[in-house]
């Protein structure tokens, strides 16, 4: 194959994956046919913290055949970082031929450290580091709270002018799923993301991405690869400038595999060919170009500058970890205090099982048509931030709705069957406090929990003056927060939902025989 | 042109200026004559929608009596719910593609049908069956799901609820028809034309707070009324409402009433309610406040009721 073809294939795979990845993100009308979903669950980290260990062995035996093509075409934060490494060039031909990217030595300490700090934690049960890490998520994150906002922005506008003529074809969107926190941590990581993709190509990828690292150690040993014709080399250097990895060192020939992302720039640049992606079984890697760790010594100046690199990385990548934003409430709050438990969305089964599947990727929460699914801030632990959970201040979960169980790529949220229904899963029990009522505290009608109710748990009983009062049944309740939403008792509402850690089945509402005539012979006036 | 006919025409046109025609109109139309051809009420049983609207409106003087050639049309059917047209939550499609051809055929400009939902207002607008019959007979079916499509109107009628957003569809139309489904009501005790108001404006939450009954008659008063309340009583929700919980609570009364008189068309609605669960008008406590505001009269023995069994 020509190389420029391949080079031309890699670029075609990865905009046919790029694209509907993030039109699925964006699409807030639900137009897009939700087996696109599919796509998200050929990611890694989702799939390996799903178990699909069909998923996982064919990346494994993808990356063992042919180097990291993950990373090229099906990592969606892989393909945002080349576009973002592309700008630098556009309109500007020179600069390509200038010194672009130079060879860099393996920052191998700290990507190996981190990768075995994310496997350790993840047996442990903790997901935190792998989350702030995971690209896929990452890269879900950054389009919910940056890219959506921007295109609900643009159909506003274009409502906005279609109204004044009196067209009715679009509707206004008013976001409520984007939080401070989600917003200024997807900001962060995306700033990161960017400027380490302007500089310095796929350095993200293979220092700090824990399945960047992960691939890497085993694309060492992959049949396909990248190497170099010393016969034919004329020494250019042209492939080492154009490497995003940094991973062609042109004046010894070495590639290296761990890191290279086999985008097949470095090919369609030589014209020589001297360098080439061929059948190359190799069962050592190839002898690796000098390390970073292991020249620290001889070279003090050099030492140096390593030491400080790896400081800056290593700080930036904790300061990913733990993004230190502030979690100002900008609302007031309207449920009690002592609620202190997210309520998981209907499907996740338990908090603790949520907790474990949920990579933060926001999926559902872009996907929601009550947009009551909503990233958390730390309120609940470390090991919930930027998990969604339902939030009942301006909507609730609709009856017959399970599309974030649809939509979610690694079965955080599983889909319902005929025997285990929305219907009847109760993620939470509302609570009444009569202290805070209308009825009883300005004897007026009132009744909006009731009206609400799907399953009429909810209902209410005669209370004085002909008034009526809301009573509560907890086992026909299912937590849809259908009561809680129109509440309108302020500042605390009467009745909120309390989360169930773990959800319970709720009875399904009888059907009463009536008694009653249902049909009339008169008018009756 | 003479001095002398300039200051003629100026008479002229002074007189023309001065004279009212609207008043000439209303006394054209008080005429008493005119009353006792066209009833304060209109009850129709026994009949599919869209063939009781058509009597009712051919008894009222035909629908051209009220949408004249080139007016914008709102109709406001209650379509608050995610339910299917057999269990009444929601006003009956079928005698609201009805409403919108007799408009069209009036020669209506335009037809704009919307409701501030409770359920999400896509599925609900979806499974009422009224966006596909609204798409149908070529009426719009607009969004009410956000607040900018809301502008702010003064009620100085109003006891507890001083001005209220309606919306804009609602504000610039030029008549409006008022198209409630009978319904109990959990909170409210019933849900008729007046309780139908409260999906045309945004924030409900208020009249929750603030004597929910004297708010439903305050947003009555705002001064642009519907042309006519139809209320249909096709099939009624019994119990459970305003939602229901199966078709079990719906019984089928195969009936419409339609009348201006917004107080009347609820206590008509409310007697022939009583006759499938027992409802006193005295509980549903807007009727009364709504007497009380002048919008129309509980006492509906002494209005000309014309009554149709079909």
Sequence with gaps: MKPILLKFCRICIALCFFI??????????????????????VQLTPAILSGSLVTIALLLILTLLFGRIYCAVLCPLGVLQDIIARIRTIGNRKQVKKRRYRYSRPQNVLRYLLLGLCIVLLLFGILVPVLMLDPYSNFGRITTNLFRPVVIFGNNLLNELATKAGNYSFYHVTIYTVTAVSFLSALFVFLVVAIMALFRGRLFCNTICPAGSLLGLVSRYSLFRITVDHDRCNNCHLCERVCKSQCIDSKSGAVDGSRCVTCFNCLSRCSHRAIDYRFTPRLKPQPAPPSGTQNLSSDKAQSLQQGRRTFLLTGATIAM??????????????????????????????????KEKCTGCHLCVTHCPQQILKPADFAFGFDYFLKPHLVYDHAYCNYECTVCSEV???????????????????????????ERCVVPNRSTDCGACSEHCPTQAVHMIPYRDGLRIPQVTPELCIGCGGCEYICPVRPLKAINVVANEVHQAAHLPTEEETEQPTEIEDFGF | MKRRDFFRLGAAAAVTATLDFDQLQAALTSNKMVVEAIPDM????????????????????????????????????????????????????????????????????????????????????????????????????????DEVYYKSVSLPQGVKLKSAKIHQALLEADVWFNVPVLKNHGGAKMSIAMKNYMGIVWDRGFFHDNDLQQCIADICTWNKKPALNIVDAYRCMRKHGP?????????????LIVSPDIVASDVASIKLFNQVEKMDVGEV??????????????????????????
């Excluded at chain 2, 939602?243 to 009936?255: E, F």
């Excluded at chain 2, 002494?302 to 069994?309: A, D, G, T, W, Y």
Aim: hydrophobic share 40%; aromatic share 6%.
């Design chain 1, 20 to 41: 509907p990845f993030v039109l699925f993100f964006c699409d807030f009308a639900g137009i897009l046919p939700k087996k696109i979903q599919l796509l998200m669950s």
């Design chain 1, 321 to 354: 970890a733990i993004p230190a934003i502030p979690t100002t409430a900008l609302t007031k709050s309207t449920i009690d205090d002592s609620k202190l438990k997210p309520i998981t969305p209907p499907g996740s089964k338990s908090l603790l099982r949520f």
């Design chain 1, 408 to 434: 979610c790529p690694n079965g955080a949220i599983v889909p319902f069957t005929e025997s285990d229904t929305k219907q009847t899963t109760q993620v939470g029990v509302a609570k009444f406090t009569a």
């Design chain 2, 42 to 145: 209109v009850a129709v049983m026994g009949g599919e929608p869209a063939v009781m609207l058509d009597e009712a409106l051919k008894t009222l003087g035909g629908i051209s009596k009220f949408v004249k050639k080139g007016q914008t049309v709102v109709i406001k059917p209650n379509i608050g719910w995610d339910k299917k047209p057999d269990f009444a939550a929601n006003t009956n499609p079928e005698l609201v593609g009805a409403l919108v051809k007799q408009c069209l055929a009036a020669g209506a400009k335009k037809v704009t049908i919307f409701d501030h939902t409770c359920d999400n207002w896509q599925k609900c607008y979806a499974s009422s069956g009224i966006e596909k019959i609204a798409k149908e007979s070529g009426a719009s079916i607009v969004p009410a799901n």
């Design chain 2, 243 to 255: 939602q229901g919980r199966s078709i079990s609570d719906t019984s089928l009364l195969k009936s």
């Design chain 2, 285 to 310: 406590g807007c009727v009364a406040h709504g007497e009380r505001l002048k919008l129309g009269t509980q006492d509906i023995d002494k209005l000309s009721i014309k009554r149709i069994k079909i």
